[in-house]
């Protein structure tokens, strides 16, 4: 964008006549567009957001709270950046422009053990949902050295809620391992661990104590007792990063996604290009679209062993094929990736079938 100091030298060059004329043109052109935006007012200044949880910090002091209001969640889909260096970067695992599903809970230190539980909780049936199982819980919690310098300087509120987070993982009886020095630096965190389809570690999701922060930002609520104080704020990511957790998806399954995930649930192929089948393929295809599936269709003149070939090569979960025996029967041939033919069954029954194992989410 051209500044004030180089757009005045090009006036005193036109006012002195000393360019071409195409240049005046475009200048007058350039200098009515100038007046059109001073008509918007001054320039607005945008900074890219590297986390939710400012956001979320002013919205809760945006107003008057007491302790009936809490606990009070705040959920955002929010778009992140984080400048990574160029050897971190790494496919959709770590990013420069992320999605998260973030969230932070404001609550009293008698309600964190059920808040802070329950987001666990939410953790274990994602896990279920998706098929994770082998997972753990890493709690993370300070050391003493790092107070003042890694870790926020209030070593009593560190005792107290490491003390919260460690009852919390024992009465509810999940599987976490402890560990020294890898908390964040304003209180300790749980690291959601799991293990891909082929052995790889990565870090999903994380549930973590903020003790520190909403005391630097003002946040206060009215308590019983009709004082002021400050509340515990839970961060909680189930899922990590939008992009993360595709990449790690992909490689869990190996691109072989269950019907429910699958990028592509259903193709229909047809054999040959007889009009009959065709139509009869096209109301398959209509159908299943009005039933929301994704689903995608091949009518064309290619051998069906080479429309089946490039089915298994895209990991298409299932494959109906159509035949003019299969109309005159008013069934399909039904195909799994991987597992081969399945046999031929009614129509409507291959629907019924697809619409309910999407449904429950079957592996």
Not at 187 to 212: C, H, L, M, Y
Not at 240 to 245: L, V
Not at 276 to 290: M, N
Not at 307 to 320: D, N, S
Request: proline share 4%; with cysteine; aromatic share 10%.
């Amino acid at each position: 964008m051209m500044n004030t100091e180089e757009f005045a030298t090009i006036v005193q060059a036109v006012k002195a006549n000393t360019v071409p004329a195409e240049i005046v043109d475009t200048f007058n052109e350039l200098a009515a567009l100038r007046e059109q935006v001073k008509r918007f007012g001054e320039p607005e200044s945008y900074y890219l957001k590297a986390m939710n949880c400012p956001h979320h910090h002013r919205i809760f002091a945006a107003e008057q709270h007491s302790y009936r209001d809490l606990p009070l969640r705040l959920a955002e889909y929010g778009c992140c950046y984080r400048y990574e260096q160029s050897g971190e970067l790494f496919g959709l695992m770590r990013v420069r422009s992320l999605n998260m599903n973030d969230a932070h809970i404001y609550c009293t230190p008698e309600q964190f053990a059920s808040e802070f539980n329950a987001v666990n909780e939410m953790y274990l049936k994602y896990f279920k949902i998706f098929g994770l199982d082998k997972y753990q819980m890493r709690f993370s919690t300070h050391a003493k050295e790092g107070l003042g310098k890694k870790y926020v300087n209030e070593p009593e509120l560190w005792i107290q809620t490491e003390n919260m987070v460690r009852e919390v993982l024992k009465t509810s009886g999940i599987n976490y391992v402890e560990v020294a020095n890898e908390a964040a630096f304003y209180g300790p965190k749980i690291d959601v661990q799991v293990w891909s389809a082929i052995g790889r570690e990565f870090t999903i999701a994380t549930n973590q104590v903020d003790f520190a922060v909403p005391k630097r930002f003002g946040l206060t609520y009215r308590d019983k007792d009709n004082t002021d104080k400050t509340p515990l704020c839970i961060h909680r990511a189930p899922l990590g990063t939008h992009e993360r957790f595709i990449g790690f998806l992909i490689e869990h399954y190996a691109g072989n996604f269950p019907l429910w995930l699958a990028p592509e649930q259903v193709r229909v192929l047809t054999i040959g290009e007889d009009a009959v089948v065709v139509d009869f393929a096209k109301a398959l295809v209509s159908e299943l679209h009005a039933a929301m599936v994704r689903v995608e269709a091949d009518y064309g003149a290619d051998k069906i062993n080479g429309k089946i070939q490039r089915a298994e090569q895209a990991k298409v979960h299932t494959m109906l094929v159509i035949g003019p025996r299969d109309v005159q029967a008013g069934a399909v041939s039904v195909r799994l990736h991987g597992k081969g033919n399945v046999g031929v069954k009614p129509k409507a029954e291959v629907v019924a079938d697809i619409l309910q194992a999407i449904k429950e989410r079957r592996p």
